[in-house]
């Protein structure tokens, strides 16, 4: 964090699978609710003293009155319904809450953010609120008499309740409130701090009513998104409707990272490089903005943080290794290099885990970013740019289609061996049709000869059915591979226009990927 | 070690370049003498009972009465010579050594090796006696009065009465005493074990004169043999003169890895996998040979051990990162895969560096026992072995010619760019012709077309040239490349003779290699 100048480690320490912190007051609370994995409060002021060392400021964050099942599993009577509660294994919104209307609760708060505010040094306390979905709420006849009796009118203003209980908790022990950008109600006092992740229009709004605000939408780095897509996420976007009084309430962003789906095997490189990207990003002027220098860049700090001992590159080769069954895992890191695990959260359908499942399979060695991918688009673009040539780096794009099917053939009885690989193999067939489709075209173009529209529909039905996930794996290349196929039965329309127009046409028709083929 | 089955650490903790554990009773000795790079006794106990969980004794060396210059940089008096002393940075055989002639000597070490006799609970204490020149008593008149008064005949027999001084002093400790096996004298009592660092033969030597004894010669890891040739030796070898009951004075073995030429991010591929082998070797009855098997199954154990955490692996790859300034390392990684550090102590003459000198070079990244080489070795076996038809294994043999032709090319921009690849650049074109030589062999063969004597003698010129050492690193493949050029320039004698006959008159002419070409 230090090396691309991060100031605040923002530390996620409860959640429905987890408590993670030790409590000398309440100690069931991470004794039965967190495995044993839980950090100690010794451990805790050795972390706070090595990132104060670096400028780093520690602020914990105590997700409450949702997210909270582990604080529930030795403490059952906090909850908003009867016992008893076990840690949660899966990955999702949970029921779960706090409940707001028995002075028990705040008393225990009281007690506990006591406690953590001694150990926290940091001014300020994150508590969450995000994702509380009221259902435990609106079933519990108690909490509805509560509601009725005290003018309550729904959930959100229960929340709101319950903020204003936990905030005053907060000041009588010198500790400033941040919250996720559900804690946002008429009723919230305006020293609260708003976390917006779900979009920078909650922090907008939050600025205009005269709050400070965080923005953490556009830097989830769990949802495996390019650097590219963070980097240009902007806290006070160019279009942002704020004053410049107004844009003073931001304070700046965060990156969000998650921990379903990561291991100390893989954290690094879902966290690394890119945050450096996001790092620069939350430092520059609005118009820093050249994405290929961005990455030009990135690649050198990569190999710097790796330096520091950061393992996003050596596990990178170690997952592969365990992958393969061999050293030799050039074709495995061949097709790891054109795919990319699927986006947002959609790895919880297309590869149902638990958090107790192992993060070994071919989805968590792949990253984002594949220079290898960059490469081969702007290799096609430019061959296609010099129609009716179609010389310039024409070798470049025919080395690594060959790659790809060298790659596809050698996997074969890779996969064969390798069961954790089994999940792969549609990857492998489809990896092989991308190379032949990408070869046939790039010969077609070059020959000056033109392909049927027949050879040009089986092709690009190939790379549909390619362009599908596999394994929670998808092609990063497709859309470029459809271009040289679409150019390739496009020859004869060259003859009528200019090759910019001819090349524009292609592009379109190309991409957006046609929808998929459902009746 | 746990892992392998491997028993005894032996911890080498006193040298000229660092005395690396803590006295209390004598804290100058690791404070002046180790730049403050030494082991706490919190940490010795630590490891001791790290060990002592996974079924490992921890035997320590203190290295005496030669290589103690680390010990004299506090304590000059127990010098053989007058001080001041300084830290050794460099590497070999050094003068310092104890001085054997004054009380005072044997009551310093009577208290300190008290002091680690109560820290180590190991039955042994290894004092070293190893590389004692002597020099320093040659020159110093009240030794050589010492000497001529007890009679004392040579400084052998100087450092046997040493030895025997050490030794009551260890038995009043409750040590028994190891040595190198220059500690064997007529006068050495015969509790004490022999550890063999030069050959078998003093070891059978002390083992016919009743003493225990270790063997290390054959397992010196340092020395960046291949796993092949350690696994071969064996403690009490085939042709061995030992009757049964001299035989069972042979403890085991041990393999020996020196620190002069590792970092942290280098020792595991110095250790490891060979280790393993060793291991085996020591475990397994003398006629298990099979050298291909062995490396079959310590592929396997490679990444096993990858998997407990070694960095063997992970670490080859950061460095080829750095050196390469790239994460598209595959050029230099093809390189690597056919050079190896050059064998025994060479690199001391060819890449001087001291101790305080960067880990960081190609021969710093490159290791022994590539599996590229040895399937090349074994593929251009099987293809001259398939005369006069030449088709056995020749698309390996091509693909693999090609893709070294290939990384020559890549290299040559990646060595103008990284001002620590340039020492590199003789092997890049070394490469360079070693590929296109056996790519013209091969292509000689398969079209059946002799090749001329003076085409052959060109390529066996630049392969003289190429085998050459250069950044004290040295292509293991240059055999088999000469095989199939002098088989190319032999195709005529294919006609008068079998195959089989034509194969070995090749395999002759082509090794052991040429003299070198000096007038």
């Given at each position: 964090m230090a090396a691309v100048k991060l100031n605040v480690l923002h530390w996620h320490l409860t959640e429905d699978q987890g408590f993670r912190v030790e409590s000398k007051k309440f100690p069931k609370l991470h004794t039965l609710g967190s495995d044993g994995l839980f950090y100690t409060q010794d451990e805790v002021r050795e972390i706070i003293a090595y990132a104060r060392d670096r400028g780093i400021r520690v602020m914990p964050e105590f997700d409450i009155?949702?997210?909270s099942t582990s604080w529930l599993v030795s403490y059952p009577e906090l909850g908003s319904a009867p016992g008893p509660y076990k840690i949660e294994r899966g990955a999702g919104i949970f029921e779960p809450a706090l409940d707001p209307t028995r002075e028990q609760t705040y008393k225990f708060l009281d007690s506990f953010l006591g406690e953590m505010a001694a150990l926290f040094p940091d001014a300020y306390m994150h508590l969450g609120g995000d994702e509380n979905e009221g259902k435990q709420w609106d079933r519990n006849p108690q909490i509805q008499a509560f509601m009725k009796e005290k003018g309550i009118k729904d959930n959100h203003a229960l929340q709101a309740y319950f903020n204003q209980r936990v905030l005053k908790i907060l000041q009588k022990h010198h500790k400033k409130m941040i919250g996720w950008e559900e804690i946002l109600h008429p009723d919230l006092p305006k020293d609260a701090v708003i976390h917006s992740w779900r979009g920078p229009a909650s922090l907008a709004e939050a600025a205009k009513r005269g709050y400070n605000g965080i923005l953490s939408a556009g830097y989830y780095i769990d949802l495996i998104f390019p650097a590219s897509q963070h980097y240009l996420a902007d806290p006070i976007p160019r279009d942002t409707t704020l004053t410049p009084e107004e844009a003073k309430h931001i304070l700046g962003g965060e990156a969000t990272m998650w921990g379903e789906w990561v291991s100390p095997e893989t954290i690094d490189s879902r966290i690394w490089p890119r945050t450096a990207a996001i790092a620069e990003r939350l430092w520059?002027?609005?118009?820093?903005?050249?994405i290929s220098d961005m990455y030009r860049r990135l690649s050198v700090i990569s190999r710097q943080l790796e330096e520091l001992g950061l393992t996003h590159e050596k596990n990178y080769g170690m997952l592969l290794r365990r992958l393969a069954?061999?050293?030799?895992t050039i074709p495995l890191r061949t097709l790891a290099s054109i795919i990319e695990p699927v986006k947002e959260y959609h790895r919880y359908q297309m590869r149902p885990q638990t958090m107790?499942?192992?993060?070994?399979?071919l989805v968590d060695a792949a990253r984002p970013d594949s220079e290898t991918a960059r490469q081969f688009v702007s290799d096609v673009d430019a061959f296609l740019s010099d129609a009716p040539r179609f010389a310039l780096n024409r070798p470049n794009l025919e080395r690594t289609l060959a790659e790809w099917q060298n790659a596809s053939r050698a996997l074969g009885p890779m996969v064969d061996r390798s069961p954790a690989l089994q999940e792969a193999r549609p990857l492998v067939n489809n990896l092989s049709a991308i190379a032949e489709a990408g070869l046939e075209a790039t010969s077609y173009l070059t020959a000056g000869s033109a392909a049927t529209t027949q050879w040009r529909d089986t092709q690009l039905a190939r790379l549909n059915e390619a362009a599908k996930p596999n394994a929670a794996l998808e092609f990063v290349v497709i859309t470029s591979v459809r271009k040289l196929v679409i150019a390739a039965a496009e020859l004869p329309q060259l003859r009528s226009t200019t090759p910019v127009e001819w090349n524009n046409r292609v592009t379109t028709m190309a991409s957006p990927p046609p929808p998929a083929t459902k009746p």
């Amino acid at each position: 964090m230090a090396a691309v100048k991060l100031n605040v480690l923002h530390w996620h320490l409860t959640e429905d699978q987890g408590f993670r912190v030790e409590s000398k007051k309440f100690p069931k609370l991470h004794t039965l609710g967190s495995d044993g994995l839980f950090y100690t409060q010794d451990e805790v002021r050795e972390i706070i003293a090595y990132a104060r060392d670096r400028g780093i400021r520690v602020m914990p964050e105590f997700d409450i009155p949702g997210h909270s099942t582990s604080w529930l599993v030795s403490y059952p009577e906090l909850g908003s319904a009867p016992g008893p509660y076990k840690i949660e294994r899966g990955a999702g919104i949970f029921e779960p809450a706090l409940d707001p209307t028995r002075e028990q609760t705040y008393k225990f708060l009281d007690s506990f953010l006591g406690e953590m505010a001694a150990l926290f040094p940091d001014a300020y306390m994150h508590l969450g609120g995000d994702e509380n979905e009221g259902k435990q709420w609106d079933r519990n006849p108690q909490i509805q008499a509560f509601m009725k009796e005290k003018g309550i009118k729904d959930n959100h203003a229960l929340q709101a309740y319950f903020n204003q209980r936990v905030l005053k908790i907060l000041q009588k022990h010198h500790k400033k409130m941040i919250g996720w950008e559900e804690i946002l109600h008429p009723d919230l006092p305006k020293d609260a701090v708003i976390h917006s992740w779900r979009g920078p229009a909650s922090l907008a709004e939050a600025a205009k009513r005269g709050y400070n605000g965080i923005l953490s939408a556009g830097y989830y780095i769990d949802l495996i998104f390019p650097a590219s897509q963070h980097y240009l996420a902007d806290p006070i976007p160019r279009d942002t409707t704020l004053t410049p009084e107004e844009a003073k309430h931001i304070l700046g962003g965060e990156a969000t990272m998650w921990g379903e789906w990561v291991s100390p095997e893989t954290i690094d490189s879902r966290i690394w490089p890119r945050t450096a990207a996001i790092a620069e990003r939350l430092w520059s002027p609005r118009n820093v903005t050249d994405i290929s220098d961005m990455y030009r860049r990135l690649s050198v700090i990569s190999r710097q943080l790796e330096e520091l001992g950061l393992t996003h590159e050596k596990n990178y080769g170690m997952l592969l290794r365990r992958l393969a069954a061999t050293e030799n895992t050039i074709p495995l890191r061949t097709l790891a290099s054109i795919i990319e695990p699927v986006k947002e959260y959609h790895r919880y359908q297309m590869r149902p885990q638990t958090m107790l499942s192992p993060l070994t399979g071919l989805v968590d060695a792949a990253r984002p970013d594949s220079e290898t991918a960059r490469q081969f688009v702007s290799d096609v673009d430019a061959f296609l740019s010099d129609a009716p040539r179609f010389a310039l780096n024409r070798p470049n794009l025919e080395r690594t289609l060959a790659e790809w099917q060298n790659a596809s053939r050698a996997l074969g009885p890779m996969v064969d061996r390798s069961p954790a690989l089994q999940e792969a193999r549609p990857l492998v067939n489809n990896l092989s049709a991308i190379a032949e489709a990408g070869l046939e075209a790039t010969s077609y173009l070059t020959a000056g000869s033109a392909a049927t529209t027949q050879w040009r529909d089986t092709q690009l039905a190939r790379l549909n059915e390619a362009a599908k996930p596999n394994a929670a794996l998808e092609f990063v290349v497709i859309t470029s591979v459809r271009k040289l196929v679409i150019a390739a039965a496009e020859l004869p329309q060259l003859r009528s226009t200019t090759p910019v127009e001819w090349n524009n046409r292609v592009t379109t028709m190309a991409s957006p990927p046609p929808p998929a083929t459902k009746p």
